[in-house]
């Protein structure tokens, strides 16, 4: 345990500084309390997690999560409180302690202006599996810096994985969706082995994508020289299907033609977006013109589009 002010400044007597509250008294007549055989009080703030483990989960989790900011002094004082209270038992197996979400450099927070809901990011036209793509491809150890370019990368990155996938579904168009993860190809076992090392890693996601797009790069060679036929090319979506466990963020339909006059409303939001400097979702409207094998060409006479 730590000294520090916060806990100097609470407004009762302590044998020893270091000392946290389990029960509270109220301090407001009105306040929230419940009446116990030690007082009127209500539960201190770290007491409340260590009684619900108790209560959902009974002796204690295998798992328990938090911010990096809660390590000292909540998560501390839970072990404390919890293996003093049972000392037979083992509170947590394994704690996973996050990093701080960025927006453009600053730690998000109400009091800046920079603080959003999932919700207000798509509302922003922002794509939701971009959101999600970036957020699981960052170690939950590192700071994320949270940013439009970030977003614009992540789709990018998507769009690689998403036109490998829809070159094998064009050549195997009558698949379906019951994916089995056996495999038979040596370097494909190879590949799932590598995955799941990866992750079994502390959560290596980083390593775990670097196998995944080393993936997609074989498999685009492998489709360029003819050199698969049917069942190896089920493999192949197989094991995108496979990562995509993790990733959630692949479209495992067959594509279908966009009509022309959709592609024109397309193109014209896409304008207004422009004009309005909003850049996400002009990136966005490529994106998935793009995923539909359509081509957007700036000129000066205005915008071209053609299929690839």
Request: glycine fraction near 6%; include cysteine; charge should be negative.
């Amino acid at each position: 345990m730590k000294t520090g002010t916060r806990y100097d400044t609470d407004e009762y007597e302590k044998e020893d500084v270091r000392d946290f509250v389990l029960w509270k008294s109220p301090k407001l007549e009105g306040e929230t309390s419940w009446y116990t055989l030690v007082g009127t009080g209500r539960p201190g703030w770290h007491l409340e997690c260590s009684a619900m483990i108790r209560k959902v989960y009974g002796s204690g989790v295998d798992i328990h999560t938090g911010g990096v900011d809660l390590l000292f002094p909540h998560h501390e004082n839970e072990i404390a409180q919890s293996e003093g209270a049972f000392p037979e038992e083992s509170f947590v197996k394994t704690w996973l302690h996050s990093e701080h979400l960025l927006v453009d450099g600053q730690k998000m927070s109400k009091s800046k202006g920079n603080f959003y809901t999932l919700r207000d990011l798509i509302q922003q036209g922002l794509d939701p599996k971009a959101i999600r793509f970036l957020l699981i491809s960052t170690h939950y150890r590192s700071k994320l810096n949270f940013s439009t370019d970030r977003i614009a990368e992540a789709s990018a990155n998507i769009r690689k994985i998403q036109n490998c996938l829809d070159r094998i579904l064009e050549l195997e168009p009558d698949i379906k969706a019951d994916f089995y993860f056996l495999f038979s190809i040596p370097f494909v076992q190879t590949w799932k082995k590598e995955f799941e090392e990866s992750l079994a890693d502390d959560l290596n996601i980083s390593k775990a994508l670097a196998v995944v797009f080393e993936s997609v790069k074989q498999i685009n060679s492998l489709l360029d020289t003819n050199q698969s036929d049917s069942k190896q090319r089920i493999e192949y979506i197989q094991i995108l299907a496979y990562f995509d466990r993790i990733l959630g963020v692949l479209n495992f339909e067959s594509k279908k033609d966009l009509l022309d006059s959709e592609i024109d409303s397309l193109i014209e939001e896409r304008q207004i977006a422009r004009k309005n400097k909003d850049f996400a979702r002009s990136d966005a409207i490529r994106d998935q013109l793009l995923a539909q094998g359509i081509l957007i060409e700036d000129t000066k006479e205005g915008i071209r589009w053609r299929k690839k």
